[in-house]
């Protein structure tokens, strides 16, 4: 299986850019997807292949990278931007990072 | 516009079948592909499995041997079945619409989820 590690937490204030990193133990081209889940909510995806905006969601958020590096940006950083962050590949089989959580201090 | 519902049982012994339901309004099953994916307490996630837009399903191989998923396309629901359960399937089930576009497949709609405790 292709592992996705996440960093477990990160705080910001509001205004601030912020930047949730992903890494996959092996390439995964551009098939990098990012969710965003808030307490007691569904898993919303905000963006697929790696920097591809999905639409509704606010341009504060943005993907890059590519093979084993990738990033979710969110900039400026919103007090309503509080959820965990998960990173999902699909260029080997389906699987999903740990997740990251966000705090807006 | 999309939406899914999932229904089941919240409580399942060990070693009975877990088996859950997906609602899908505002879309046909009949287009797309319809997965099924859990969240573990501690928030690790796993993709289940899913079933196309033609009846085809693929799983994860680790869980091959235990999962079904069928559809009922005159209701526009799509199921879960999972066999042989343990405490470690217990989890929050979510269903969720599955686009496949180039080699990018990913999950854009999703249900509010269920949570299924496996306990005695």
Redesign the interface.
């Known amino acids: 299986d292709t592992v996705l590690t996440q960093s477990p937490a990160l705080a910001v204030s509001p205004g601030e850019r912020v930047t949730i990193s992903c890494r996959a133990s092996e390439s995964v081209s551009t098939g990098m997807h990012w969710y965003q889940q808030k307490p007691g909510q569904q898993p919303k995806l905000l963006i697929y292949g790696a920097s591809n905006l999905e639409s509704g969601v606010p341009a504060r958020f943005s993907g890059s990278g590519s093979g084993t590096d990738f990033t979710l940006t969110i900039d400026p950083v919103e007090a309503d931007d509080t959820a965990t962050y998960f990173c999902q590949q699909s260029w080997n089989e389906l699987t999903f990072g740990s997740g990251t959580k966000l705090e807006i201090k | 516009e999309v939406q899914l519902q999932e229904s089941g049982p919240g409580l399942v012994k060990p070693s009975q079948s877990l088996s859950l339901t997906c609602s899908v309004t505002g879309y046909s099953i009949t287009s797309n592909y319809w997965g099924w994916?859990r969240k573990f307490p501690g928030?690790?996630?796993?993709?289940m499995g899913y079933i196309s837009y033609s009846g085809s399903t693929s799983y994860?191989?680790s869980l091959k041997s235990r999962i079904s998923i069928t559809r009922d396309t005159s209701k526009n629901q799509f199921f879960l079945q999972l066999n042989s359960v343990t405490t470690e399937d217990t989890a929050t089930y979510?269903c969720a619409r599955y686009?496949s576009?180039?080699?990018?497949?990913?999950?854009?709609y999703?249900?509010?989820?269920v949570m299924v405790t496996v306990s005695s």
Do not use: A, L, V
Not at chain 2, 110 to 113: K, T, V
């Open positions: 994916i928030n690790k996630m796993e993709w994860n191989p979510y686009s576009y180039i080699y990018w497949d990913y999950f854009d999703w249900g509010q989820g």
